[in-house]
């Protein structure tokens, strides 16, 4: 076409104008399948002005990166057209290949929304970093044998055919005329004018219908009725731009703080803490022992079962028999619950890490430091296994799969454990196993043959980590005698046999029936063993799109709450007093008052369940005898068990105080490495 340079620019940036109206449709379009898909209700059920300003700003938000679409269009299909008339078809296809890839993007980021949805029930969070670390295989089985991923892959190829055909359909609309003038002045004029406005376009876009920056869309200021619904709240964020949060964010904002202001979040709760050099403030959570309440046994099992979750035991999902061995134990007059129990992470390894150093992990993968793999015990006196061994217990950490997973080759050793090993090592080649492990019933089987076989004269303290309750649950659960029908007795809504919910119901089955035959072949060969059963973090397991409860949505307390409970011939149900919440660092303490003598001096954040615990704090979540809060989305509820709906209500969050004091340490002791040594 035989045009000058502006004309080119002038037909070009009107395809970029009619194509840039695309993305933020699609982005519209996700919004309502995220809604329709996950949402806790119908869609027709929400508040109509709610609904409607949850997508009005969520489309002004979204521009802070659809807009961007629109720029880099303008610079690399069009603009090149002002000074090479040759431009325009080039331009075309350029334009067209840019629409088509960033459509692409945009699905890509939505499916990894829905899918991180469906395993965290939340968008994209600081987990995403995690990822990192992960097992990348396991991930990948996951995405295939869980999620339908090949499906997932497949429909992109039609979704990009759709793509590109639109986005040539509207290259295809006539556009405008290029306005001549004869006054070169006032085409001069016209032309700068139109230059401009294209760029003083973006810029409105960009900043959410205005120029001025500081009114730019962000968190802080979704409208309070959206933001107070923590579903709609979450749903206004488009999904890159909660990628583009985190990218900006790979250091969490609690490392962010200035050392004084550390300082005085530790000494609102520790005033003794003076932050002098080489003052630890660990020392100052020294305990001493009340006195022995049983014999000493000569073996302690501590259990952390992987994705075990409180919800299991609720009265609520009776009507799932995925946990009736362990409910067994639970049952027996020497065993010991607690139903309102919490994690110290909200993933495996954070929570491992928590419950092992005694302080928390807070999402900052300490299994993963280098000044922790190579720390003198004395430098974290609230660690697990060295306060157990001060009280004469060889330490044993048994882990399902390899070692190398989450660095536990180093971490293991560097925080009290004598001997450490993986299923790998000590199961019969050829074991069958998933990415993450060997089966839980011959990894157990055969460490309890090894514990046997291996006995010394020294009591011994064994913490073992399963890994087969996890996704994609593809082991053949049929060959070792658990069906679907034994987990769930159908009808029960609209579970169907095969689907993946049965699939998962008769994994959790499966582990646990593996998880009380250890137990029960143990107690059998030490009679007087005491065994800690809990979960490293609770999971997604309640299929609430089948209609099992009048509810569709979980409870905070059935997201967060892990499982506990305690067995041993001198417990009793009513051992730990009015106590009915808990939480990973009672663990210890709770021991250590279980079978230390009187004035035996321990460290650790928390008291034990022995104490009459009225709140329990983490840096993720709070929770007292009526209500459950996580701060992260500043909501809390009721906490006790209900099949109906119970209301979430978005506010200010209680026990701020300990919260900053908590993530204040594990602040101040990376920062501080040489108190590790």
């Given amino acids: ?7 080119v620019f002038w037909y070009g940036w009107q395809q970029d104008l009619r194509l840039a109206i695309v993305p933020p449709i699609i982005c519209a379009v996700f919004r309502f399948l995220f809604i329709y898909i996950h949402g806790p209700r119908r869609f027709g059920e929400w508040d109509k002005g709610t609904l409607q300003k949850c997508f009005s700003y969520g489309f002004w938000w979204g521009m802070d990166i659809n807009s961007r679409y629109y720029l880099i269009s303008l610079i690399v299909a069009t603009l090149p057209g002002m000074f090479f008339s040759v431009w325009y078809d080039v331009g075309q296809t350029v334009r067209l290949l840019w629409f088509s890839l960033y459509l692409l993007i945009l699905y890509i980021a939505f499916i990894g929304k829905m899918l991180f949805f469906y395993h965290f029930h939340d968008i994209y969070n600081r987990n995403v970093w995690l990822g990192k670390n992960a097992d990348k295989k396991n991930l990948l089985d996951i995405f295939f044998n869980q999620n339908h991923g090949l499906l997932i892959l497949f429909s992109i190829v039609p979704y990009m055919l759709i793509s590109a055909c639109l986005g040539h359909w509207i290259q295809e609309i006539p556009s405008l005329p290029f306005l001549s003038f004869e006054n ?19 810029y409105w876009f960009n900043f959410g219908g205005t120029f001025r920056h500081r009114l730019k869309p962000e968190w802080d200021e979704v409208p309070p009725e959206v933001k107070n619904d923590v579903f709609l709240g979450k749903a206004t964020v488009d999904d890159l731009v909660a990628l583009k949060i985190l990218w900006r964010n790979p250091v969490p904002e609690f490392m962010k703080k200035d050392e004084q202001s550390v300082l005085q979040d530790i000494q609102k ?25 049983i014999k000493k ?13 409180q919800l299991l035991y609720d009265q609520s999902y009776s009507m799932l028999d995925v946990a009736k061995y362990t409910k067994k134990l639970r049952a027996e007059n020497n065993a010991v619950a607690i139903n309102n129990f919490q994690p110290g992470g909200m993933i495996s390894q954070t929570s491992l890490s928590s419950f092992l150093l005694g302080i928390y992990d807070c999402d900052i993968e300490l299994n993963e430091n280098v000044d922790i793999w190579n720390c003198n015990l004395a430098g974290i006196p609230t660690n697990f296994a060295g306060q157990l061994k001060k009280l004469g217990y060889k330490t044993h950490f048994w882990y399902g799969g390899g070692l190398n997973w989450g660095s536990l080759v180093h971490f293991l050793p560097a925080v ?10 000590f199961c019969p080649v050829g074991s069958p196993q998933t990415w993450l492990g060997v089966y839980d019933h011959i990894f157990l089987n055969q460490l309890s043959k090894k514990i046997k076989a291996e006995a010394s004269n020294m009591p011994e303290l064994h913490f073992i980590y399963t890994t087969s309750n996890h996704g994609p649950y593809n082991i053949p659960y049929e060959d070792y005698g658990i069906h679907e029908q034994d987990a769930v007795q159908l009808p029960l809504g609209r579970l169907q046999n095969g689907d993946m919910d049965m699939r998962r119901f008769t994994g959790i089955l499966y582990a646990d029936r593996a998880v009380a035959d250890f137990v029960h072949d143990m107690r059998e060969a030490y009679p007087d063993s005491l065994f800690v059963l809990t979960g490293d973090h609770a999971s997604a397991v309640a299929p609430f799109d089948k209609g099992i409860l009048p509810r569709n949505d979980s409870l905070l307390r059935e997201r967060i709450l892990t499982s506990f409970s305690m067995h041993h011939p001198g417990l009793h149900s009513g051992i730990f007093g009015d106590t009915i919440l808990g939480e990973h660092l009672n663990i210890l303490p709770t021991l250590i008052e279980l079978i230390a003598p009187e004035g035996f001096e321990y460290y650790s954040l928390k008291g034990s369940l022995f ?27 009721q906490l006790g068990e209900s099949s109906e709906n119970a209301d979430m209500v978005y506010g200010d969050m209680q026990y701020e105080d300990e919260r900053n004091m908590l993530i204040g340490i594990t602040n101040w002791l990376v920062k501080h490495p040489e108190l590790l040594n």
Avoid at 1 to 7: P, T
Avoid at 611 to 637: F, K, L, R
């Fill in 1 to 7: 076409m035989n045009m000058s340079g502006m004309e």
């Fill in 184 to 202: 070169n002045v006032v085409q001069y004029g016209f032309n700068v004018f139109v230059f401009l406005f294209s760029i003083a376009l973006y």
């Fill in 269 to 293: 709760i520790i005033p003794e803490f003076t932050g002098a050099a080489g003052e630890n403030p660990l020392t100052f959570c020294k305990r001493k022992a009340e006195g022995a309440r």
């Fill in 297 to 309: 046994p000569s073996h302690i099992f501590v259990i952390l079962e992987e994705s075990h979750c």
């Fill in 416 to 425: 009290g454990f004598d001997v450490c090993a993986g299923g790998p090592e």
């Fill in 611 to 637: 104490d009459n615990i009225e709140h329990v704090v983490t840096p993720y979540s709070w929770m007292n005898s009526a209500c459950i809060g996580y701060y992260n989305d500043n909501i809390y509820q």
